[in-house]
């Protein structure tokens, strides 16, 4: 499974890619705004950082726009991946994109059947929001059980990215599901490590190594 981080803080970004597991960025508009940095600035440190893709974000809502904006962003890097909302200007925009070799990554993803359109479109990556989802009540990870069966029933290589990750059980369930990516939050990377076993087990370890004659 393919790890990403889902942040456009570069300190963050510099931290993780430090523990040599990340395979990629996604940012989104709000979480560009955390940073009170100017985004083309902020995408060219991220693209000094990390060799794999980077996810950046149209704020268009047309169809014009979005491609627009998806040859500018493209532009800069090959590692630039266009994230466009699964709106109808959105559909447009994805098959636009694959038909002129950008990859895109399709965003605010609740449904099977947005995801299905997506893969139709020719999108690089869905991004279902899980967490989200289990905010209204709702089981975030079936939808990744579903579009997992509905993309290995007719073989779509459009890669299933679980986003709006808030915990490390979301990232066991998306491997255990088959997921292809997780967009992981900082403070959630650094939870995946941590087990009060482990912690104790080593505090153990070094109290008994100082009993060791020499
Ligand atoms: O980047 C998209 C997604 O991961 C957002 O997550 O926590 O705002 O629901 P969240």
Request: proline letters at 4%.
């Amino acid at each position: 499974m393919k790890f990403f981080i889902d942040t456009a803080d570069v300190g963050e970004i510099r931290q993780a890619a430090e523990l040599g597991m990340l395979d990629g960025v996604t940012t989104n508009p709000s979480l560009v705004a955390k940073t009170g940095r100017v985004f083309r600035e902020v995408l060219g440190e991220i693209l000094e950082v990390v060799d794999g893709p980077v996810s950046a974000e149209v704020t268009a809502t047309d169809f014009e726009g979005m491609k627009r904006e998806a040859q500018d962003y493209a532009s800069m890097h090959d590692n630039i991946v266009i994230k466009i909302p699964i709106i109808e200007e959105g559909l447009k925009a994805i098959k636009w994109c694959s038909e002129n070799g950008i990859k895109t990554n399709v965003t605010l993803c609740f449904h099977p059947l947005q995801a299905l359109m997506a893969a139709k479109a020719g999108a690089s990556y869905i991004s279902p929001f899980v967490g989200r989802l289990d905010d209204i009540s709702t089981d975030g990870m079936h939808l990744i059980t579903q579009i997992r069966s509905i993309y290995d029933n007719y073989g779509y290589d459009t890669e299933i990215l679980v986003a709006s990750i808030r915990h490390p059980m979301h990232v066991v369930e998306a491997g255990m599901i088959g997921a292809d990516v997780c967009t992981i939050p900082f403070k959630v990377i650094q939870a995946l490590l941590k087990h009060p076993l482990t912690d104790s087990g080593l505090a153990r370890f070094l109290e008994d190594w100082k009993k060791v004659p020499g």
